[in-house]
Nanobody, 122 residues
Framework: VQLQASGGGLVQAGDSLRLSCAAS????????MAWFRRAPGKERELVAI????????YHADSVKGRFTISRDSAKNTVYLQMNSLKAEDTAVYYC????????????????WGQGTQVTVSS
């Protein structure tokens, strides 16, 4: 079971990026997935969650209205569409999978991708 995150890069404030998290090894269509991020000198932060049961989503207040989490079950891939990027969004972004039906607790996510760097210049 592996998660492969991609799509990060260096962009300017106001630009958009789409992160992808491809799952291999088993089907993740019924697995709750999340994106976390860690900025330099800061704690890891939950960004968004998508439920494996009904597709419901959660977005942190800091990204609500700008970021959207989604999934393509046929491709076993979860996405994070990031619009109107700000300098404070600069971080390494990680996708993760959990056996729990719904949780924002990072310690309950047992499978992690390798992280993808997003750098937003102001």
């Amino acid at each position: 079971v592996q998660l492969q995150a991609s799509g990060g890069g260096l962009v300017q404030a106001g630009d958009s990026l789409r992160l992808s998290c491809a799952a291999s090894g088993r089907t993740f269509s019924s697995t709750t997935m999340a994106w976390f991020r860690r900025a330099p000198g800061k704690e890891r932060e939950l960004v968004a969650i998508i439920s494996g049961s009904d597709g419901s989503t959660y977005h942190a207040d800091s990204v609500k209205g700008r970021f959207t989490i989604s999934r393509d079950s046929a491709k076993n891939t979860v996405y994070l569409q990031m619009n109107s990027l700000k300098a404070e969004d600069t971080a390494v972004y990680y996708c993760a999978a959990t056996r729990y039906s719904w949780t924002g607790d990072s310690t309950r996510y047992g499978t992690w991708g390798q992280g993808t760097q997003v750098t937003v210049s102001s």
